[in-house]
């Protein structure tokens, strides 16, 4: 599946996604939560270990994982390891491909 060139965005995990975000669960980690606001509404997102797994809906193949930055992978680990309380607020920047990022998404120059 191609999705054309790839994209720089800036991802902002909140305190809310926190708050959303379930231990454990690869669709609803507070990094997966906040990737969802950036890709279109075609999509979704899960958080696998390090890797950044988007499908799109009514399709039963995802696209090749994408790697997390290495601040964002030990978020995701910080808050399946010490809960809630173990993370903050934070932003990352990640590379994705132009047909999955939404029209709202924080996009870089290019």
Same mark, same amino acid.
């Given at each position: 599946?191609?999705?054309?060139? !790839? ?15 379930? /231990? ?29 797994? /988007? ?11 994408? !790697? /997390? ?21 934070? !932003? ?14 924080? !996009?870089?120059?290019?």
């Amino acid at each position: 599946m191609n999705c054309g060139a !790839r994209v720089i965005v800036t991802i902002h995990v909140t305190s809310h996604d926190i708050a959303r975000g379930v /231990l454990g669960d690869p669709d609803l980690c507070p990094v997966a939560l906040s990737l969802r606001r950036a890709i279109s509404n075609r999509w979704s997102a899960a958080v696998e270990r390090h890797d950044v797994i /988007l499908l799109r809906h009514g399709d039963d193949r995802p696209l090749p994982p994408l !790697r /997390l930055p290495p601040a964002a992978a030990h978020f995701a680990d910080q808050f399946d390891h010490g809960g809630h309380d173990a993370v903050g607020p934070m !932003r990352f920047v990640i590379e994705l491909p132009e047909g999955v990022v939404g029209d709202g998404a924080g !996009r870089h120059g290019g």
